[in-house]
């Protein structure tokens, strides 16, 4: 039986205005030869929502500065349990949508864990997540993005 660490988890799902989403390469440190792809996002630090916690980490992972009520509600939220250097966690994940008109993406402000563990960044299409080669996570992304971006 797996002991699972509770965690609660803000993601971002940053689209810009051709209808791509923003993902980073990343490995375990405890398996570095099977890389995935994930959305901006991360942990709540103590005391703080889960808007807030978003619009720190798109600041942190990708420089982009917006006050927490520009991110509204969130979209989407889920359940996934994952393994992370040697540690597996049991994570409530809510994911806010924002649009970008393709600013400039700065990854400076990543900090020592992620560095360490993210090797690159890119736009996806759906079309191109379909076809992904490496796992994506969520693993249903473009049926959330088909979803939240309807009409857009």
Not at 110 to 121: A, C, K, L, M, P
């Amino acid at each position: 039986m797996v002991d699972f660490v509770p965690r609660r988890a803000a993601r971002v799902l940053l689209v810009d205005e051709a209808g791509r989403v923003l993902l980073f390469r990343g490995v375990d440190p405890g398996r570095p030869g099977e890389p995935y792809w994930f959305t901006i996002g991360g942990g709540l630090d103590a005391g703080e929502t889960p808007a807030q916690a978003a619009a720190r980490e798109l600041r942190e992972e990708a420089g982009l500065d917006l006050p927490v009520a520009a991110l509204g509600e969130p979209v989407h939220a889920e359940v996934t349990e994952f393994p992370f250097d040697g540690v597996w966690y049991r994570q409530e994940q809510e994911f806010f949508l924002v649009r970008s008109s393709g600013a400039e993406i700065d990854t400076s402000g990543f900090d020592e864990v992620e560095r360490g563990s993210i090797t690159s960044y890119r736009w996806w299409s759906p079309p191109e997540l379909e076809s992904a080669t490496e796992p994506v996570h969520p693993a249903d992304l473009v049926d959330v993005l088909r979803r939240v971006t309807a009409g857009a």
